[in-house]
């Protein structure tokens, strides 16, 4: 059965940090790409970061400098280290993979982050 499990969201002052954490379990195949998005009420889902198997990362523009992801091929985690957070951060985190081979998309629950100012 696949899994992609989010943890780690909460409630959090401005400039504060949380470090989110997915796990992903069940796939036939390989992870090809592991990444983070978020979407706020009222707006579309927006990119936060993804990650090849090779390690290259990709931030979406407006976490770039704050928001640093690493991954554990072994493991099929994913991490997300949140820093200097700001309002405009809150909204639902979604935890994505996608698999080698048969290119099928996994998509979590997703976990809240609230910043409050």
């Known amino acids: 059965q696949v899994q992609v499990v989010e943890s780690g969201g909460g409630l959090v002052q401005a400039g504060g940090s949380l470090r989110l954490s997915c796990a992903a379990s069940?796939?036939?195949?390989?992870?090809?790409?592991m990444g983070w998005y978020r979407q706020a009420p009222g707006k579309l889902r927006e990119l936060v970061a993804t990650?090849?198997?090779?390690?290259?990362?990709d931030y979406g523009d407006s976490v770039k400098g704050r928001f640093t992801a690493s991954r554990d091929n072994a493991k099929n985690t994913l991490s997300l280290l949140m820093n200097s957070l700001k309002p405009e951060d809150t909204a639902a985190y979604y935890c994505?993979?996608?698999?080698?081979?048969?290119?099928?998309?996994?998509w979590g629950q997703g976990t809240q982050v609230t910043v409050s100012s």
């Open positions: 069940g796939m036939m195949y390989s992870l090809k790409t």
């Open positions: 994505n993979v996608e698999t080698f081979v048969d290119n099928r998309s996994y």
């Open positions: 990650i090849t198997r090779g390690g290259s990362i």
